[in-house]
């Protein structure tokens, strides 16, 4: 063949090659388009009661408007399956321990840990026990999310990257989306058991005592108590373990399921959503958030309640929360209309308000789950002894699919308390509320029909949630606080204890549950105000019913409150929402000043970047955790490796019972006896590696240096912003990289951090910001770090995500219908 026929035939084939990727890239476009939602139309249904419709303003966001509730409860299934059918797909699958059906191999160890706890059986038995009302709303939602389903042109796009066909949703699945809930809010409860039951076996009481405090000065408690820890003495003599460097020859982790689950937990693919342990990555160490808080009429400009609430979790793309309005009719001749958030998956509004009141939610931190380590006896083979005496577990077969390897097994041992979990060849008992069938329900629904605060504030002990700080307002005014979900009632009441316990302590012995009338709560305060940030809320009555179990220290719930005090006498919702966007560095001033008095004229003589350490803390300090602060980046910097320095060979041997346990899940409080230590420096706790307490301040700096200028930058561009950056992905971006760039956003830069209203991380940070007082929606204020869809085609995609990022107000209500979407009988 002649080179003019070579060529001419190489063109036909470059061609031919271009127009067949062409036609796939076509092809591809075109499927995508095919799993978009339906904006538009008429559908006919079989077994509406009347009609419903669904009408999307600019932003996507719907009025799902009906002639009955569960005509609502079918449309509100179809949306969520349309937009965000993958979401609810990974949120059942994460509380049944279901993922390695889709991902395979490497979500095998997480399955393996969440399938202990047999979520998808217990969901089938819940079912069976809910009220038939309810499981009527569930089944219809259940059908309104299949209809959905169905009706997109093509399977959601998500499906065609992992080859698989999705499977239906069933009314139990929005059972195990609650149980997800559990996993992400109190899944972290068992490691701190664990740790503190080391420090029981490591540290003196005394030292227990002041190690892990009860409260700080920095604890601000709806009771006004004020708190009086910190004033511990401190022991003659620290632990053994304190200040020590990695001790050689620690093993690796004991516990045979623990080492795989961290690493998925903290992969890309598993920050997606819900599907994280609860426990921040070690960069975001201690950042738990969620802040709500209310104004009572008294300091209104309306004269109603005003209500804000910012739920902190896991930041990824869709956005955990679906924003909707639901309407229908209130049987009175009007119509009743619920604006907030929804949570794909379930048919209720989670907060939000319902023209007459309006609530939040904050994780309360209450001690929720309890090991009972067991006894066994040579001479009863297979038994195990409990508080009720001896019994035989029950053995369960779980059978776990993994995608592209065979099916694996998974033997199940079950008490009357809980399953069995071994650790350090000890087996426990994990009694958890979660387990009940009281752990869920759809009594959140009974909050769309409360009238008024008490109402309200009964309804919210019996919902099926994990147990949740609860701060509701009405349109007359009112302001309360209480818990949400299940309470507990302990035999030995006022001796919650969150170590290990033995089968013969009375604390860990459960008596049933305790009545909505028992629950402590706190209504219309002289203040008037109200606000809960993961702290402890109560140091006097009530506080016995709830325990610790993993408080946070305190600081951003006493900026919270001191923001809320600054008010004044009279506030409006503006200014109330503003409170959530303070990232004023209070917290971290002490920090900045010791770092500055290390820093002395002998310390940085002949050591330049020291010198430029103190000239940053000096200069570069904002008094906020702002994006272009390097001062505050320093600082922050300097007390985490303080912690390093100190608590290194500690956290190491806690990494060897549970990837989850540390130092800091022991105690959140550890910032405060630190602190304590190193400015009252008693010569028996200065580790002996050092010369002196300035040395070690000096260690902990230059280390700080070291870590930010080792790509050789300098030290000046060590921004907190840089550091601070979230890149939000969804789930399907780590999995597929050449779709990556259309399944991310491009990296913003974060203003706050923890211990401070304003929540934020790479991973983490405020999930949504409501703000609004009931009766007066029109002028309620929202923020949703993402759009409506989970499609990247979508134009709601990412819609209001900038105004999220620099925390501009949008309106809360849906605006003028662009779309809308119909159905008939």
């Known amino acids: ?63 799902i408007s009906g002639g009955s509730r569960l005509d609502v409860a079918y449309a509100t299934g179809f949306v969520h399956a349309q937009e965000r059918y993958f979401q609810m797909d990974l949120l059942r699958r994460v509380a049944a321990g279901e993922l390695a059906e889709l991902f395979g191999e490497r979500a095998l160890n997480v399955d393996k840990s969440h399938r202990l706890h047999r979520f998808r059986a217990r969901a089938a038995q819940a079912l069976k026990e809910l009220p038939a009302a309810d499981r009527t709303l569930l ?109 050689a020859g620690v093993t690796a982790l004991t516990d045979p399921k623990a080492a795989s689950v961290r690493a998925l937990f903290d992969s890309k693919l598993a920050r997606a959503d819900l599907i994280s342990s609860g426990a921040p990555g070690a960069d975001m160490l201690n950042t738990v958030g969620s802040n709500n808080w209310a104004v009572a009429g008294s300091r209104s400009d309306t004269g109603a309640a005003i209500v804000a609430d910012d739920m902190h979790l896991g930041i990824s793309l869709p956005a955990i929360w679906y924003r909707a309005a639901l309407q229908f009719p209130d049987g009175k001749g009007g119509q009743r209309r619920i604006v907030g958030v929804t949570l794909p998956g379930a048919p209720v509004v989670v907060v939000g308000s319902n023209g007459h009141v309006a609530w939040g939610f904050t ?80 009594n959140a629904q009974k909050l769309e029909w409360a009238d008024t605060l008490d109402q309200a504030l009964a309804i919210a002990p019996t919902l ?97 409150r001191e923001g809320l005090t600054a008010l004044g006498a009279k506030t409006d919702v503006q200014k109330v929402y503003e409170i959530g966007l303070d990232d004023r560095a209070i917290f971290m001033t002490s920090w900045r000043e010791r770092a500055m008095a290390a820093l002395d004229a002998r310390a940085i003589a002949d050591q330049p970047q020291r010198a430029e350490v103190l000239k940053l803390l000096k200069d570069s300090w904002t008094g906020k955790a702002s994006v272009d602060s390097v001062g505050y980046r320093i600082t922050r910097g300097y007390m985490y490796a303080l912690y390093d320095l100190l608590f290194e060979n500690a956290n190491e041997q806690l990494a060897a019972i549970d990837p989850k346990a540390s130092v800091a899940s022991i105690t959140s409080r550890w910032p405060v006896v630190v602190a304590r230590v190193l400015d009252l420096q008693p010569a028996a706790w200065l580790p002996p590696q050092y010369a002196s307490w ?42 597929v990289p050449l779709l990556g760039r259309f399944l991310k956003v491009a990296p913003d830069m974060l203003p706050g951090d923890q211990h401070m209203p304003r929540v934020s991380g790479p991973n983490f940070g405020q999930s949504e910001r409501l703000s609004v007082s009931p009766g007066h929606e029109d002028k309620g204020i929202f923020n949703l770090p993402g759009g409506q869809s989970g499609h990247p085609l979508s134009p709601y995609f ?14 809360l209500l849906p605006g003028p219908a662009q779309h809308t979407l119909t159905f008939v009988k």
């Open 363 to 442: 994780n309360s931190y209450g001690d929720y789950v309890d090991l009972i380590a067991l006894d066994t006896d040579a001479a009863k083979p297979g038994q195990v002894r409990t508080q009720a005496g001896w019994e035989t577990p029950v053995l369960h077969e779980e059978t776990i699919l993994v995608k592209g390897a065979p099916a694996e097994k998974l033997a199940v041992r079950e008490t009357t308390l809980g399953p069995i979990r071994v650790s350090r060849g000890r087996s426990y008992a994990v009694h958890w509320v979660a387990h009940t069938a009281r752990a869920v329900n759809v």
């Open 139 to 247: 089944e219809r939602y259940a059908e309104g999310v299949n209809a959905g389903l169905a009706q997109l042109r093509a399977r959601p796009f998500e499906y065609a990257l992992v080859g698989m066909t999705p499977r239906p949703w069933s009314a139990d699945d929005s059972l195990l989306v609650i149980w997800a809930m559990y996993f992400d809010l109190q899944g972290s409860q068992e490691a701190r058991e664990l740790a503190r039951g080391w420090l029981a076996e490591n540290a003196s009481p005394a030292q227990r005592v002041f190690l892990a405090p009860e409260a700080t000065h920095w604890d601000a408690p709806l009771d006004d108590v004020s708190p009086l820890a910190g004033t511990s003495t401190i022991p003659d003599a620290p632990p053994v373990w304190w200040g020590k460097p990695k001790a």
């Open 464 to 560: 099926g949630i994990p147990a949740q700080n609860f701060v509701g307002g009405d349109d007359k005014g009112n302001i309360g606080w209480t818990i949400a979900g299940p309470l507990p009632r302990r035999a030995a009441s006022g001796n919650i204890t969150t170590y290990p316990m033995a089968v013969s302590e009375a604390a860990g012995v459960w008596t049933g549950w305790l009545a909505p009338e028992e629950y402590p709560k706190v209504v219309n305060p002289a203040s008037g105000q109200l606000y809960t940030a993961n702290s402890r809320q109560l140091l006097n009555a009530g506080s016995d019913k709830l325990g610790d179990g993993g408080f946070d220290l305190g600081a951003r719930t006493h900026q919270v």
């Open 798 to 811: 990412l819609d209001g995500r900038d105004d999220w990022v620099h925390g501009r107000p949008t309106p």
């Open 1 to 63: 063949m002649n080179r003019s026929k070579v060529a001419r035939w190489s063109k036909r084939v470059a061609v031919g090659v271009t127009g067949v990727v062409a036609l796939s890239v076509a092809g591809g476009w075109l499927y995508l388009r095919g799993s978009l939602a339906q904006l538009d139309g008429t559908q006919q249904v079989a077994g509406l009661e009347t009609t419903a419709s669904v009408a999307r303003d600019a932003h996507g966001v719907p009025l």
């Open 694 to 735: 300035q040395a070690l301040h000096l260690a902990a700096i230059d280390r700080v240096v070291a870590s930010l200028t080792k790509d050789g930058k300098p030290l000046a561009s060590a921004s907190w912003g840089e550091r601070n950056t979230a890149s939000s992905a969804h789930p399907m971006a780590a999995a």
